[in-house]
């Protein structure tokens, strides 16, 4: 579906992790009929599919991942800044 390619583009080569809501306003300019029931929906087949891997921090707080390079999260709860680190990185 439309929705879902921007949703898709999007995540496209991001290094963040953005949360359904951040992806919601962030696409609401360009799609205004996109509603945050779809970004979730979205997100929860792209998660199934292996497009993005779900980081849940807590049960109220869930980030998208679109990469796909093995990694690490470390999550800040000061900021809430959820920061990659190569998996190498431990070695």
């Known amino acids: 579906t439309p929705q879902r390619q ?6 496209g080569g991001r290094t963040d992790h953005p949360s359904a809501g951040q ?3 962030n696409l609401t300019g360009r ?7 779809t970004v979730y929906n979205t997100l929860n087949l792209f998660a199934r599919k292996g497009l993005v891997r779900e980081v849940i921090v807590d049960p109220s707080r869930v980030f998208y991942d ?7 999260h470390f999550y800040n709860v000061d900021t809430g800044e ?3 680190v190569r ?5």
């Open 6 to 11: 921007v949703i898709l583009e999007y995540l």
């Open 23 to 25: 992806i919601h306003r």
């Open 31 to 37: 799609v205004p009929s996109l509603s945050l029931a």
């Open 66 to 72: 679109p990469n796909h390079d093995p990694h690490h």
């Open 82 to 84: 959820l920061t990659d």
């Open 87 to 91: 998996a190498d990185a431990f070695q």
